[in-house]
């Protein structure tokens, strides 16, 4: 550990020490966004004891909060960064020699290496994001789709946008990919009528047997779209997030509010992914990951995120491209040069690729 981390953990083991908790920290992971100290304490010792501490050890670290908790048989004490880093899309992309298809690339997991979703996994299908404002959610959206078409051909893979409010989506409606040449549909009406259009599509592709080339509807504010839309808008996402696997359709959504009747009642069958960003309380993080103690209200916002699948959560951070980084993303693309496995940035990380297929 360096001099500062060392001087952290000397901090919680005096902490934990003038508590009569005896402890040792054997060592900090240090992520884009929070340190993690792993932490040994004599046999015994009870995890409602040291969590009681969080605050006292916040001041004592000088952080805004810490958070306490056991993973497997390690404890962990976990404070955010001084200094947040972010973590560049195209320098993750470019620290990977090769990307499978039907792959996304979304951020680094808590241990640095690259984390990977495939959307063309059996136990993947439908992806559901889900955090308040300030959590990244659309970030990690816009993330999601770029790495999509930065590593597959449009005749392979395409994209079909709905951003209710307009702001999300941006420069991604100039894609190749783009499902139709529709770019970003924003009204309502065009949204029910664009969903339909895919429901035939889907329909189609089931009597002749087809899932290619594999669609992906990407969806910003779902719970929006649903309460403007109406039936129609409920009823074609309810046929596709039933069937489209099979013929090779995917809903990708994002929502604020995954506790919506509308949303709540298509999400418990439909979405085995979620993505979950910060939330408010324990009760919306177990709504939005489907699971019991997740922690996601604990999670720091701006790209923090859970992935849960098939019980397994993982943490990591989003990687994440602005407006101006995705323009030229997509301007590369348009110019063939998703052909090139090596995509420019700052932040390489030559890693082997966690490949999350649920």
Known sequence: MANKYELQAARIETVLGAHKVPARVMQANVTPRFVRFDITTALGTKLTKVSSLAEELAFSLGVRSARVYREGGVLHVEVPREVPRAVDLAGVCGGLSSVPA???VLGVEEGGAPLLLRLDSPDVAHVLLAGTTGSGKT????????SLAMHNHAGMLQIALIDPKGRGFGPLGALPHIWGGRGVVQDPAAAAGL????????????????????IVIAIDELAD??????KTVGDALQRLTQRGREAGLHVVAATQRPAATQVDGMMKA?????????VVSAEDAKVASGLAGSNAERLLGRGDFLLVAKGQVIRFQAAYADNRELAALVAQVRAGGRRRRAWSGQHALALPASSANG
């Open 195 to 214: 969903l339909e259009a895919l429901v035939a599509e889907m329909e189609r592709r089931d009597r002749l047997n087809r899932s290619l080339p594999r």
């Open 225 to 230: 779209l649903l309460q403007s839309g109406g």
């Open 139 to 146: 970030a990690l959206l816009r993330t999601l789709l770029a």
């Open 270 to 278: 439909n979405f085995p992914v979620r993505l979950v960003g910060s």
């Open 102 to 104: 039907n792959c996304a």
